[in-house]
């Protein structure tokens, strides 16, 4: 799991869409696990956190509980028929800690959170303590009987945004993701494209020239140099 810095301007575009215009729940979904769900969720947590209001992150990524795993949670549902309590996720700059409610593990529990009402009940009832809550979950292609479908989690929240990660996921598959969200009534605010395996043109040159710096490096550091500062290279499309 990736950890974006607060300072990064894409990840203020996707707080200036969401926490910012007042989404007070917010539900992040992917269709393939490995899409950057939980750094997305984190990462705006930690964010939301610098804005000075309390932050609650719910844990239902069933496949890769990954947020529960960082917190260093064990879940208390295996033995009760409720959530277990939140724990606090200290932040090294000082500010508000992030609240953590592990992923629930215990069957019957998972399949009470799918009666109807019963996860909008929860989260009205986070956001009695806490300003908003991110809601982490499984990938929409690895849905079964043991977790909770990320499209009805999605209908509980304020707001859904779709991670994609680029040369990954097909149309296809990203299609179908979308249609079960709208067939949810799941208020779709955008779609966060992730480009780990896509990298700019401009990161592909300069990791050419690095294939040169033993060789040629005065060469090299001026190709490096003139690349850098090349300004159509750094324009967003």
Not at 47 to 52: E, F, K, P, S, T
Not at 160 to 171: E, F, R
Not at 199 to 205: A, F, G, H, N, Q
Request: with cysteine; proline share 5%; glycine share 6%.
């Amino acid at each position: 799991m990736i950890c974006i810095p607060e300072h990064y301007i894409e990840l203020e575009h996707i707080y200036s869409a969401t926490l910012a215009r007042d989404i007070k729940s917010l539900a992040v979904v992917s269709t393939l696990p490995g899409e950057g769900v939980s750094s997305i969720i984190l990462s705006l947590a930690r964010r939301n956190v610098l804005a000075g209001r309390k932050t609650l992150v719910v844990d239902f990524n069933i496949y890769n509980p990954a947020v529960s795993a960082l917190a260093n949670t064990k879940s208390k549902s295996e033995c009760y028929d409720a959530l277990s309590p939140p724990c606090t996720l200290p932040q090294i700059n000082g500010n508000n800690d992030i609240a953590i409610i592990s992923v629930p593990i215990a069957r019957k529990l998972v399949l009470g959170l799918r009666e109807p009402g019963v996860l909008q009940t929860h989260i009205q009832g986070w956001l009695k303590e806490y300003d908003n809550v991110l809601i982490d979950t499984s990938p929409m292609s690895l849905t079964n009987g043991a977790n909770l479908p990320p499209e009805y989690i999605s209908s509980a929240c304020d707001g859904t945004i779709v991670t994609v990660l680029a040369g990954k996921t097909t149309n296809t598959a990203l299609a179908n993701t979308l249609n079960q969200l709208n067939k949810a009534q799941a208020q779709l605010i955008g779609i966060v494209i992730n480009d780990q395996f896509n990298p700019t043109l401009k990161s592909e040159l300069l990791r050419e020239i690095q294939r040169i710096e033993k060789t040629l490096p005065t060469i090299a550091c001026k190709l490096q140099g003139w690349i850098k500062n090349l300004k159509f290279l750094s324009l967003e499309v």
